[in-house]
């Protein structure tokens, strides 16, 4: 198994910053990439972005192009989302999850740990 455990979630102004970061332990090595997702009251999970282990490559929902940052640290198993101009409309729980396979990486449905999940509240 994978554990995950997600930090750095809090209250911030419209326009600020927020880094979030994601530790992985356990089976680490069966993880092929990491994704980010959220989910805001009465809406469904959504997919933020996404980055492999091994080459680094990252790929961004275009709601948050530009403004959010997916960046890993391979010696500490550790996942970062860096949001930058934050808007009210990003307001959610943002969960990190692992997946094992080599696919689109942006449904929930491909992948198999999940976070707790932490708080980002934007204010206006």
């Known amino acids: 198994q994978v554990q995950l455990v997600e930090s750095g979630g809090g209250l911030v102004q419209a326009g600020g910053s927020l880094r979030l970061s994601c530790a992985a332990s356990?089976?680490?090595?069966?993880?092929?990439?990491m994704g980010w997702f959220r989910q805001a009251p009465g809406k469904e999970r959504e997919f933020v972005a996404v980055?492999?282990?091994?080459?680094?490559?990252?790929y961004y929902a275009d709601s948050v192009k530009g403004r959010f940052t997916i960046s890993r640290d391979n010696a500490k198993n550790t996942v970062y989302l860096q949001m930058n101009s934050l808007k009210p409309e990003d307001t959610a729980v943002y969960y990190c999850?692992?997946?094992?396979?080599?696919?689109?990486?942006?449904?929930?449905?491909?992948?198999?740990?999940w976070g707790q999940g932490t708080q980002v509240t934007v204010s206006s």
């Open positions: 356990g089976r680490t090595f069966s993880s092929y990439a």
């Open positions: 980055i492999r282990w091994k080459n680094g490559s990252t």
């Open positions: 999850a692992s997946t094992p396979i080599v696919g689109t990486l942006v449904w929930e449905r491909e992948y198999d740990y």
